[in-house]
């Protein structure tokens, strides 16, 4: 029996990599998708991507037999579809951030688990080859105890191409929230060691001036329960035409108590020094 999707909302082409894999999945099927935007129906028309069956969520989860609620829509829309989804008995699965604020959060967590049900985002950080290798460096103890992690996250703002709700009061719900959610994720994975606290953040508006409500910039200062130090940047101020490609996009840096362990994103290295090393080791991911 097919694991049914019903998708909630497409303002975020992110959701765009869910519905395909659904589509393609033999084991998953769309069992209808609901696009309350009236502007973003007729973008996604004019595409001829979506076939859209719905208008109005409500009365698609009311109607539509399904096991999954997709969620694409604006990022202060999804914590409200979340909850709904789990009160009508549904798994959730959706683009990352989830919600916006930590009253949504707190009771999308407490009523999942209440009714048993899975609440999951699209965090696609894990698959790439050179962050799988990074993993694999770190838990063989290669470059020994973790201690400090360096994570460039910058991004381009590249305006006219980012949704125009971003730049909406209300909306976007913050650039840590955005973006640092994938370093969130990624750490405890590469290093097996777990979150212990935030000892500081702050984001603030920087670029988009014509929006001061956008806080386009963000850094976070945090320790893992190994005491180990994390120091990121957030913001979307990567230059534009470029951004995507330089290796400061989704860069890693990660000194052990006897090397380290550098590498980007899209990068087809991986850079090893240990104590003992008198060369780096440039190695394929």
């Known amino acids: 029996m097919k694991t049914r999707f019903a998708f909630a909302g497409f303002r975020h082409s992110h959701i765009l990599d869910l519905l395909a894999g659904v589509e393609e999945n033999p084991d998953t099927e769309v069992a209808a998708c609901c696009e309350e935007d009236a502007g973003a129906r007729a973008e996604l ?18 109607e539509v037999e399904c096991d999954v609620i997709a969620i694409g829509d604006y990022y202060g ?17 959706g683009d990352k951030p989830l919600c916006i604020t930590l009253e949504e959060q707190s009771a999308i967590e407490k009523l999942a688990a209440e009714k048993g049900l899975a609440v999951g985002l699209q965090l696609d950080s894990r698959g790439y080859g050179a962050f799988r290798a990074v993993r694999e460096i770190i838990r063989s103890g290669e470059i020994g105890e973790v201690c ?7 991004h381009p703002l590249i305006p006219g191409t980012r949704p125009a709700w971003y730049f909406e009061p209300g909306k976007h719900g913050g650039t840590i929230n955005d973006i640092g959610i994938h370093a969130f994720d990624l750490v405890p994975w590469l290093t097996g060691i777990d979150w212990k606290n935030i000892v500081a953040a702050r984001s603030w508006n920087q670029k988009a001036r014509q929006a001061p409500h956008f806080e386009d910039s963000a850094q976070v200062m945090a320790v893992l329960e190994n005491g180990a130090g994390v120091m990121a940047d957030f913001s979307y101020l990567a230059p534009d035409r ?10 890693l840096l990660i000194h052990g108590s006897s090397g380290l362990v550098e590498t980007h994103l899209f990068s087809k290295e991986v850079t090893v020094i240990k104590d003992t090393s008198e060369a780096p080791d440039i190695r394929g991911p």
């Open 45 to 62: 028309a004019a595409k001829g991507r979506v076939a859209i069956t719905h208008t109005d969520f409500a009365k698609m989860l009311a």
């Open 77 to 93: 829309r999804r914590g409200a579809l979340a909850l709904a989804a789990l009160r009508a008995g549904r798994h959730v699965l």
């Open 148 to 154: 400090t992690i360096r994570i460039d996250g910058q």
């Open 242 to 251: 470029l951004g995507y490609q330089l290796p400061h996009y989704w860069h």
